[in-house]
T-cell receptor, first 112, second 116 residues
């Protein structure tokens, strides 16, 4: 399975944008880039995913590098509720049943 | 409204006493997954069902079994729990409609299992 590399932790101030980086240099052409987050004592929550183009939804934006070897999850205005562990995961597009292989993730702290 | 429901949220069992965790979904998804998450670690996939087809991960201990009697329900059975099996157990679902890579997984809030 293709691997992702994320910083162990990041800090942000409330109401400021947050850019969470992810490296995935061994990504294959059919791998989708998924982001999930996990708040304390809850199950992981889907945030966003993309293949080649940048993506926006109500929670966040996903910026994908042109060579697809890295991506950045953008939270436009961090709130205290965004404090969580954020996982960047490559999801195989073909020949699988959608399994997620979690890495260690980035623990995001948000300061008031 | 909760779409993936896990009961109970907290489960205590005795060392060696079989225990069953349950998961139900209202999404009508064809794939259901079970993950184990130990303290301060990332979730680890144990196995999944694609419809009625069971798919075990290579390193999942034989002590862990699963049943899926219908689309909505899936059970995780731990035959003889050891102290090392204390963890959060997460159930998730997904639909493989437009290709597995393009579908998100929906997680329940987990069952935290303690072993006495």
């Amino acid at each position: 399975d293709a691997k992702t590399t994320q910083p162990n932790s990041m800090e942000s101030n409330e109401e400021e944008p947050v850019h969470l980086p992810c490296n995935h240099s061994t990504i294959s052409g059919t791998d989708y880039i998924h982001w999930y987050r996990q708040l304390p004592s809850q199950g992981p929550e889907y945030v966003i995913h993309g293949l080649t183009s940048n993506v926006n939804n109500r929670m966040a934006s996903l910026a994908i590098a042109e060579d697809r070897k890295s991506s950045t999850l953008i939270l436009h205005r961090a709130t205290l509720r965004d404090a969580a562990v954020y996982y960047c995961i490559l999801k195989i597009g073909r020949g699988s049943q959608g399994n997620l292989i979690f890495g260690k993730g980035t623990k995001l702290s948000v300061k008031p | 409204d909760a779409m993936v429901i896990q009961n109970p949220r907290y489960q205590v069992t005795q060392f060696g006493k079989p225990v069953t965790l349950s998961c139900s979904q209202t999404l009508n998804h064809n794939v259901m997954y079970w993950y184990q998450q130990k303290s301060s670690q990332a979730p680890k996939l144990l196995f999944h069902y694609y419809d009625k087809d069971f798919n075990n991960e290579a390193d999942t201990p034989d002590n862990f079994q699963s049943r899926r009697p219908n689309t909505s329900f899936c059970f995780l059975d731990i035959r003889s729990p050891g102290l090392g099996d204390a963890a959060m157990y997460l159930c998730a679902t997904s639909s493989i409609g437009r290709g597995p890579g393009n579908q998100p997984q929906h997680f329940g809030d987990g069952t935290r299992l303690s072993i006495l």
